[in-house]
């Protein structure tokens, strides 16, 4: 898997493409009911402007996603298009732990691939799964086995409201494997700053302008390969 955009060599094509309609849609001048302006959202070093869009504020479902700050951010883990000839069909999302990136294929030899944070050592699954089914702003309900760790977690045992500081964030897609809950997650994030590294109990993090993107994108059923295996991707 090689990149067909960089920071240095963007097409205007590609980039949009690998942004989605947002930054399209900020960038001709046109509105929509749920996105907000991005008039004061910061920028980095040469990023194009189309990533003003892509991670400027967000009105969702009764919330206000705050913008991304740029210049905190790795840009590498900023979403994009990239080239992908690997034997995995359309559709399938590859979480690839040891780059922190994740992969949703896509046909024509393309995947979009996203910036994660993984789980810390001692909590790593891998296998494959499927989407069982999708939600937006999702309750959290940690499980017995987190709460017995984290005792303070007990007033969340009935579950916690959706929420900008809920652990789930704006969206989760519900990994099963055999017809059982794998209890792990995608999900989005109010701490955008951890993607890239290892930080979460198990699930697989994503910055909510992201996992918005992947919800959008991704499939009910849709097979999910997560790989704990360094080199098994190569970029």
Known sequence: MTDIIDFNGLTRRHLLAGLGATAALALAGCTTANRASIAD??????????????????????????????????????????AYNGPEAPGTIIIDTPTRFAYLIQPGGTAMRYGVGIGRDGFAWDGRARVQFKRR????????????????????????????????????????????????????????????????????????????????????????????????ITV
């Open 137 to 232: 702003w999702p309750r959290w309900t940690p499980p017995s086995e987190m709460i017995a760790r984290q005792p303070e977690l007990e007033q969340y045992r009935q579950g916690m409201e959706p929420g900008l500081m809920n652990p789930l964030g704006a969206r989760a897609l519900y990994l099963f494997q055999n017809g059982k809950d794998t209890l792990y997650r995608l999900h989005g994030t109010p701490e955008w700053w951890t993607i890239g590294k290892a930080v979460s109990s198990g699930c697989v993090r994503f910055m909510n302008h992201d996992i918005i993107d992947l919800y959008d994108r991704a499939a009910d059923g849709a097979t999910v390969i997560v790989n704990q295996q360094s080199g098994a």
């Open 41 to 82: 959202t910061p920028s980095r070093g040469n990023l194009p402007p189309e990533y003003l869009a892509a991670y400027g504020p967000i009105e969702d479902g009764g919330f206000t996603i705050p913008a991304i700050d740029l210049k905190r951010m790795d840009p590498q883990f900023l979403r994009r298009e990239v």
